[in-house]
Nanobody, 123 residues
Framework: QVQLVESGGGLVQAGGSLRLSCVAS????????MGWFRQAPGKEREFVAT???????YYADSVKGRFTISRDNAKNTLYLQMNTLKPEDTAVYYC?????????????????WGQGTQVTVSS
């Protein structure tokens, strides 16, 4: 089992930045792949970014160049640095973990989910 707790969401103006954190407990963090997903009102949950156990990363086209996913295995913590935020980035952001070491953009590959943190970007 893996328990995930996100933090760092909030209200920010367009063009601003936020950093989300996700602390994991339970199964050894360093040998699992992690991801960030988001869900806007009335929309399906969508992929944002993913990172393998050895920090190989992959991003959705909509956030490439603006968001950076990273991990600190010593602290069992996953991060999402979000820069140049846009109103369309407004959503609940979820941290997720999957059994396995490889990154994945498919939400079906993830077995563990956090409770989510709200990010609101005003225009």
């Amino acid at each position: 089992q893996v328990q995930l707790v996100e933090s760092g969401g909030g209200l920010v103006q367009a063009g601003g930045s936020l950093r989300l954190s996700c602390v994991a407990s339970g199964r050894t963090f360093s040998v699992i792949a992690m991801g960030w997903f988001r869900q806007a009102p009335g929309k399906e949950r969508e992929f944002v970014a993913t990172i393998s156990w050895n920090s190989y990363t992959y991003y959705a086209d909509s956030v490439k160049g603006r968001f950076t996913i990273s991990r600190d295995n010593a602290k069992n913590t996953l991060y999402l640095q979000m820069n140049t935020l846009k109103p369309e980035d407004t959503a609940v952001y979820y941290c997720a973990a999957r059994r396995g070491v490889s990154e994945s953009s498919d939400r079906q590959d993830y077995s563990y989910w956090g409770q989510g943190t709200q990010v609101t970007v005003s225009s």
